[in-house]
């Protein structure tokens, strides 16, 4: 089945700072990749995703690009604001094959300073 | 607000009680997923239904019986659980087999 690392497990930044969370992949017929933002009390909400016929995808400060060959895939966060801290997962899912489970990484906490 | 809902929102229960988690979309969405998750550790998919089916059993435990009464709406009936069954449990919804899946805030159950 499919495995997915992220690093780093915890990420402490500057205000104003970008943030870069990597993930890798073991499965290469996985084609789709979300992430998801989850703060304390809450349930994880999709922040952003990216299928495997794109490179690259941005959305205002967050943009997520994709290595089919290398099997990685990363987030990063430009202009880093106190209320970004939270816990990143990113998942990785073969969608369109009747399988919809999602393997997610093991998360990230993000913190950044103020 | 998330639009999955979830009720209830805590629940402590001693380990020979019956109760059921609840989970209702009004996205019109067409599977929908239970997950559990522990602390600081990632969700653990349990089930999913599609079009009111269960579709995918990942060998969870029988104290755990789900429930997809219509495709809005999805139940995690609890019986006889453990103390290592204490975690938070997490409803999603998606459009079909296209992702991506929306997850509510969950369920924080604990088991005396």
């Known amino acids: 089945g499919e495995n997915v690392e992220q690093h780093p497990s915890t990420l402490s930044v500057q205000e104003g700072d970008s943030a870069v969370i990597k993930c890798t992949y073991s499965?290469?017929?996985?084609?789709?990749f979300p992430w998801y933002k989850q703060e304390l009390g809450k349930g994880p909400q999709l922040i952003i995703d990216?299928?495997?016929?794109?490179g690259e995808k941005k959305d205002q400060r967050i943009a997520v690009t994709l290595n089919k060959t290398a099997k990685h895939f990363s987030l990063h966060i430009t202009e880093t604001q106190p209320e970004d801290s939270a816990v990143y997962f990113c998942?990785?899912?073969?969608?369109?094959?009747?399988?919809?489970?999602?393997?997610f990484g093991s998360g990230t906490r993000l913190q950044v300073q103020p | 607000d998330t639009e999955v809902t979830q009720t209830p929102k805590h629940l402590v229960m001693g380990m020979t009680n019956k109760k059921s988690l609840k989970c209702e979309q009004h996205?019109?969405?067409?599977?929908m997923y239970w997950y559990k998750q522990k602390a600081k550790k990632p969700p653990e998919l349990m089930f999913v239904?599609?079009?009111?089916?269960?579709?995918i059993n990942e060998s969870v435990p029988s104290r755990f019986s789900p429930e997809c009464p219509n495709s809005s709406l999805l139940n995690l009936h609890l019986h006889a659980l453990q103390p290592e069954d204490s975690a938070l449990y997490l409803c999603?919804?998606?459009?079909?087999?296209?992702?991506?899946?929306?997850f509510g805030d969950g369920t924080r159950l604990s088991i005396l």
């Open positions: 999603a919804s998606s459009q079909g087999d296209v992702q991506p899946q929306h």
């Open positions: 990216i299928r495997s016929n794109v």
């Open positions: 499965d290469s017929a996985s084609n789709y």
């Open positions: 239904y599609s079009y009111e089916k269960l579709s």
């Open positions: 996205m019109g969405h067409r599977a």
């Open positions: 998942a990785a899912s073969i969608v369109d094959t009747g399988r919809r489970a999602l393997t």
